[in-house]
């Protein structure tokens, strides 16, 4: 039987960044920096404001900082280690995150070498701990509308932050209620009486003893569903003054007299360059939760190895959870798609580092990564959850202690797909960037090319409503299961049955939308919204075909056993989703009904093929006990059922067993039975 090189799977899924990703879990295996459970909440916030120290005087989290600020300028290794940070304690890592990713980033990609020189050392070494004042009370991810003033006063070349009423005070912000120094805030820059639209400011907000400023109010959120390390709270800004030069000004500037200058002429465009250097979060949050659905399934699936439950092919052993196909269903389904966002994260981490290296920075390559990590975070951050609830429930009772941790890193993860991006309104960005460059098709194009379009979209559109696509899909098979079988395990079809699902569905939401009357902007903006529920789902889409690609990639540079192994759980990956989508499917002429049932059969065989290589799966992700500290997930179980089984044993050589009721009524109905033919036979 082939077999998976666990150590050679293993290093591949480290990525480029091997190293920092080592190192981030050498921290998440470190008691120093590890959460301790039923803490309360001020123990908690208190502790993690500790490991921040230690954090700070390790010096790591820093690597994307420049040589200046003691980095040096690796954007993708560090947040390969962010990532695995998640498993030493949620609220260290987002804590952590807000003071570098965020707080310390923003001025890092906001502001100009004055801010880097004056500003960043602090930040690293953690002397000056900040906050990220960018959400709003009222105003969430609709960042652009943002209530929260900057007025230029020429006069005293400074600037007046002011907060004008109460849906505009800053809210649900790492490090405000209590440990943050400053603020990078988020602001209508507002100068010579013109709005240039939110830029960001850096505003000191406390004393290094913890005293607030003049002007400024602090609330504090108080407990939370979870990250109750982090003290978030908000400000409340009345005529706040900060001088001119703390404007962050890579982007829009003021001069002394109150003249505003930008090198991006576009408003709308200057905004959302500014966000787009902020990225850096969704990737981290990609990342993360990736880390936390490897944990969970290595926890559960090491469980299901060692739990045993029933008597169903013998009375002396009871059956292993894992050789059960429902168990089977529902961890490797989701083990399988954990790999392919997996390897799509790694192609994301890759786009990110070139980009902000300097490597490959054009306004398209940043354009699609904003894109991949739009649509990607969305789809593993919702993952995460789901796969931490079930593998909660494939653990039983066992999995609802805190000590094996499901429940804590569910309440932490849980604000994953909130923050960095509402994962609803990220899908609806990605919908629309897939609009936007189907639009582009017909730029300036030609009747004739239009006229050759149009053609070969009814011709696509009638096979479907005639039927044709399934008629081949029939004649190839000619009714036999396994030719449709083998037929879906094939990687062309597979990617070909994805993009054609996208395909379709940005031609129909963009031909409906193509009626949409330019000077009716209500009846317009209704009709944008008839589709906002299809835009998501071809967003989905799109992200799913990402990671298809990601897998497929990956499989190219495996060793032939790896590779066959690997395959089977590609293709579980592939059936998943062609399953969760074959109503559409078969509703748009694509699959025909005999493949549809083979999809369901396919994904049963799968799961008997990779049921051998489960622990090799999770034992390539590389987390230890070390790390994972879940008692179930060690020996523990199974030593358990084998004392069990030991115990049982002894009874049954030495005599000693009871006889079961069952037993006896069966012994009887024999004896019974043996005498009634015993009389029939004499008579």
Not at 50 to 71: C, I, N, T, Y
Not at 419 to 446: C, H, I, M, P, Y
Not at 519 to 531: G, L, P, Q
């Amino acid at each position: 039987m082939s077999r998976i090189d666990v150590e050679w799977l293993g290093r591949d899924l480290l990525g480029k960044w091997a190293d920092e990703r080592l190192g981030g879990r050498a921290k998440a295996a470190d008691p120093k920096y590890q959460r301790i459970l039923n803490q309360t909440m001020e123990d908690h916030r208190d502790r993690v404001m500790g490991q921040m120290h230690e954090l700070a005087a390790d010096g790591a989290v820093r690597a994307a900082f420049p040589e200046s600020a003691g980095g040096d300028s690796n954007h993708g290794g560090n947040i390969a280690a962010f990532a695995e940070l998640f498993l030493a304690d949620p609220s260290l890592q987002i804590k952590a995150g807000v003071q570098y990713g965020l707080f310390g980033a923003a001025i890092l990609h906001l502001g100009t070498a004055d801010h880097h020189e004056r500003l960043l050392p602090d930040v690293a070494n953690f002397k000056i701990p900040g906050a990220f004042a960018m959400t709003e009370k009222g105003h969430g991810s609709d960042v652009a509308a943002i209530g929260t003033t900057a007025t230029y006063d020429a006069d005293a070349q400074e600037f007046v932050i002011h907060t004008p009423y109460p849906g505009a005070k800053k809210e649900f912000l790492g490090n405000a209620a209590l440990h943050g120094q400053a603020a990078v805030v988020f602001a209508q820059l507002i100068t010579q009486g013109v709005n240039h639209g939110v830029h960001a400011f850096y505003v000191p907000v406390r004393t290094p003893e913890g005293e607030l400023l003049d002007g400024i109010v602090a609330h504090d959120d108080g407990f939370k569903n979870g990250l109750n390390g982090i003290d978030n709270g908000g400000f409340t800004f009345t005529n706040v003054r900060i001088p001119r030069h703390d404007l962050l000004n890579r982007y829009g500037a003021v001069d002394a007299d109150g003249t505003y200058s930008s090198t991006i002429d576009s408003p709308g465009r200057r905004f959302f360059t500014m966000l787009g250097t902020l990225v850096q979060g969704r990737v981290s949050l990609d990342g993360s939760a990736v880390v936390a659905s490897k944990a969970a399934l290595s926890i559960a699936i090491r469980y299901a190895l060692q739990r045993r439950q029933f008597n169903q092919s013998s009375d002396e052993k009871e059956e292993l959870l894992l050789d059960y196909r429902s168990h089977q269903r529902r961890l490797f389904t989701r083990l399988a798609k954990t790999y392919a966002m997996s390897y799509s994260h790694e192609v994301l981490l890759r786009k990110f580092d070139g980009v902000f290296s300097g490597a490959e920075d054009t306004p398209e390559s940043r354009e699609d990564l904003e894109t991949l990590a739009a649509g990607l975070k969305s789809l593993s951050t919702w993952h995460g959850l789901d796969t931490l609830q079930e593998a909660r429930e494939a653990c039983g009772g066992a999995g609802y202690m805190g000590e094996n941790r499901f429940g804590s890193w569910y309440e932490d993860l849980d604000i994953y797909t909130t923050f960095e991006g509402d994962n609803t309104v990220l899908l609806q960005l990605v919908g629309k960037r897939l609009l936007g460059d189907f639009s582009k098709q017909f730029k300036g194009a030609s009747a004739a090319s239009l006229a050759q379009f149009a053609a070969k979209e009814f011709a696509g559109r009638a096979a479907a409503q005639v039927g044709l696509h399934v008629v081949r899909q029939d004649m190839h098979d000619m009714g036999n299961p396994a030719r449709a079988a083998r037929e879906l395990r094939n990687t062309k079809w597979q990617t070909e049955l994805f993009e054609d699902r996208i395909e379709v569905m940005v031609a129909d939401i963009a031909g409906r939308l193509r009626k949409a009357p330019r000077d009716d902007k209500a009846k317009a903006a209704a009709m944008f919204n008839d589709e906002q529920n299809q835009l998501l789902e071809v967003a989905r889409a799109w992200a799913e075909l990402q990671q298809l690609n990601a897998f497929n990639a990956a499989l190219e540079r495996m060793p032939e056993a790896t590779r066959k192994i690997m395959t089977y759980v590609r293709d579980l990956f592939a059936m998943t989703m062609i399953e969760s989508h074959s109503g559409w499917y078969q509703a748009n002429g694509l699959l025909s009904g005999q493949r549809a049932k083979a999809v369901t059969s396919t994904i049963e065989r799968l799961l008997q093929r990779i049921r051998p290589h489960a622990e090799d799966l999770v034992d390539a992700f590389g987390y230890g006990d070390d790390i994972l500290r879940a008692p179930i997930a060690t020996q523990a179980e199974g030593k358990r059922q084998a004392e069990a089984m030991a115990h049982y044993s002894e009874l049954r050589e030495s005599g000693d067993l009871p006889v079961t009721e069952k037993e006896l009524r069966a012994k009887a109905k024999a004896e019974e039975k043996a005498r009634a033919k015993e009389v029939a036979a004499a008579s």
